[in-house]
């Protein structure tokens, strides 16, 4: 069965950082793009970045833009979520998708494989 993992969840403090991982099982991710989700308490699910599949182009959404970033280890068959001075806002869920065929990069309904979520909470 195509898996997707996610890990790399916790508690951190405001400013911190930390760096989920996304890993694939039974597929290689090497032609899809990797788009990362976030679900806060109580709120939609939220796109926050998208890597394309050669890893040369990245998409995020404003209110993490120039704090986080995205890379693709393709020997490892893992993308990576780096998250920099986290803020209380950005607490939630965190999930991977993958998708071949995206043209609507920020919405959830063009990816076909999606992680069960990591846990990441940003408080003092």
């Known amino acids: 069965q195509v898996q997707l993992v996610e890990s790399g969840g916790g508690l951190v403090q405001p400013g911190g950082s930390l760096r989920l991982s996304c890993e694939a099982s039974r597929f290689a991710l090497d032609y899809y793009a990797i788009a990362w989700f976030r679900q806060a308490p109580g709120k939609e699910r939220e796109w926050i970045g998208v890597v394309s599949w050669s890893g040369s182009t990245t998409y995020f959404a404003d209110s993490v833009k120039g704090r986080f970033s995205i890379s693709r280890a393709y020997a490892d068959n893992t993308v990576f979520l780096q998250m920099n001075n986290l803020k209380v806002d950005d607490t939630g869920v965190y999930y991977c998708?993958?998708?071949?065929?995206?043209?609507?990069?920020?919405?959830?309904?063009?990816?076909?494989?999606w992680g069960p979520g990591t846990q990441v909470t940003v408080s003092s």
């Open positions: 998708a993958a998708g071949t065929q995206v043209l609507t990069y920020f919405s959830s309904s063009e990816y076909d494989y």
